[in-house]
């Protein structure tokens, strides 16, 4: 069974909640939908205070390229545009809307039928998927509309779509599948379209055999779409990682991309609402959400309106345990602890995890007792206990040297160190201050 070569690790799975069918979380009092959800530049908001809005109807334009516009997932009025700590944990702007009711622009199909064909050409669609606000659902939030279009002259041939949810806890991504497995095949042949190409693999590790079985069920009389069951490791959801557990081609450093290796990497949950976008006129403010924890009462996925507060669901999954020693936006290696209950849900926030104390406190620091054990475990092939410490002692242009900005902030160095050195902490933070040297290098030139 296929895997990735260079580093990696086996962190306990812990999906409680793969056998949980998604259920709908609650309508939120308010909604709040900070302008910053993708990678790119921020929003710019199209509605002002007192404007009345409906489910789905436009209320941030893109910023620029790089950029998606935002929808409302609730009906109602607009009550403020102020600022939020969201769950990077930095104040951002951000939409509050009043809910009242639940009124729907009448341009979205909300009946269940599944809709097989597409007449719209591949412009047409590309520009749907940008009218909709589509990014990257793993986590990225990286433009669709912008992935879709890869550099002309890189030779594209296969879509691999990303069904790996390796990251431990979270099962968003393997309920979709067991649930809308239809969609997403139908989702796949637009993405095949756009791309003017046949041939795409699922893949998919294989602690999850029922979603395996059903997508290949599914694909058996499709041609062109392949299933592979991947051999666990994380982090396989990676890029780079994916492509060459699939393809056996390695991606080189930046700014090489996966275009470059003739590959175009889609999640999963991108591919569901690429389907609902093109098929169904639905932007995206919707999404389904892992809530979990070890001591969690009622740990569940949830189809949620982006926008509604994560303490909403908190309370549907039974309350915050008492032990609870972390709050954590996504899963345990890449997910970003919260500061409190309030940020909203957004379109990267794939679970809401409850960490008990035991698990979240850290150990007490040593010194670097230089055993490479987080050399071995990277799967960019960094050295991590090299880059922590520049990145400590502010040594910025050895960082850079180092290759720092590859790192995909994976967490597989931090687990693995017997020292419990913080190595993602200061490898996270060299990373922002070596970005921002380059950003402004290049503005200069
Ligand atoms: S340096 Fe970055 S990519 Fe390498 S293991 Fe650490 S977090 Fe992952
Ligand atoms: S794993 Fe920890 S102790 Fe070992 S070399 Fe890396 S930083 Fe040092």
């Known amino acids: 069974m296929n895997t990735f070569t260079i580093g990696g690790v086996h962190p306990q799975a812990n999906k409680l909640t793969e056998d949980r069918k998604t259920e709908t979380a609650p309508l939120p009092v308010q909604a709040v939908f900070p302008l ?70 009448p341009s979205i199909d909300r ?30 939030c990286f433009p669709t509309h912008v992935k879709l279009c890869p550099p002309k002259d890189c030779a594209i041939d296969t879509l691999i779509v990303n069904a790996v949810e390796c990251e431990p806890y979270l099962t968003a991504d393997h309920r979709l599948m067991l649930e809308c497995p239809d969609q997403i095949i139908i989702g796949i042949k637009i993405i095949l379209k756009v791309l003017g190409i046949d041939r795409a693999v699922i893949g998919i590790e294989e602690n999850k055999p029922d979603a395996i079985a059903v997508m290949r069920s599914k694909t058996s009389m499709v041609s062109g779409i392949e299933v592979m069951p991947l051999r666990m490791k994380y982090p396989q959801g990676g890029e780079k990682q994916l492509i060459e557990a699939v393809t056996g081609r390695q991606v080189p450093p930046p700014p090489a991309l996966p275009a470059n290796v003739g590959c175009v990497v889609q999640n999963v949950g991108t591919v569901y609402a690429i389907y609902e976008a093109v098929m169904k006129n639905k932007p995206l403010f919707e999404r389904i959400v ?17 926008g509604t507060p994560v303490s909403q669901l908190i309370e549907y999954a039974g309350g915050m345990p008492e032990d609870t020693g972390k709050l954590i936006s996504g899963g345990p290696m890449m997910g970003r ?56 002692s502010q040594e910025w242009d050895v960082a850079e ?44 030139k």
């Open 337 to 392: 602890p919260l500061l409190d209950d309030t940020a909203p849900v957004v379109k990267g926030t794939s679970g809401l995890l409850m960490l008990p104390e035991k698990d979240a406190a850290r150990k007490e620091e040593r010194n670097c007792i230089r055993c490479a054990k987080c050399v071995s475990a990277c799967p960019m092939g960094l050295e991590p206990y090299l880059l922590a410490t520049v990145s400590q």
């Open 111 to 140: 009946s269940d039928r599944l809709v097989l064909q597409c007449n719209m050409s591949r412009e047409e669609i590309v520009e749907r998927i940008k009218a909709c606000g589509i990014v990257g659902m793993g986590g990225a």
């Open 36 to 105: 910053s959800q993708h990678i790119g530049a921020p929003a710019v908001p199209c509605v002002q205070k007192g404007d009345r809005v409906l489910v789905g109807t436009k209320i941030a334009e893109p910023g620029g390229f790089m950029s998606a516009c935002i929808h409302s997932s609730v009906s109602g009025k607009v009550a403020k545009i102020d600022t939020i700590v969201d769950a990077s944990g930095l104040r951002k702007p951000a939409v509050f809307i009043d809910v009242e009711g639940d009124e729907w622009e």
């Open 290 to 306: 892992t809530v979990t924890g070890k001591s969690v009462k009622n740990p569940c996925n949830l189809k949620v309106r982006m």
């Open 401 to 444: 040297e180092g290759m720092i900005m590859s790192c995909i902030e994976c967490g597989c160095c931090q687990t693995t160190c017997p020292s419990n050195r913080p190595l993602l902490d200061w490898v996270r933070l060299g990373k922002n201050r070596v970005g921002g040297i380059i950003r402004a290098r290049n503005a200069k």
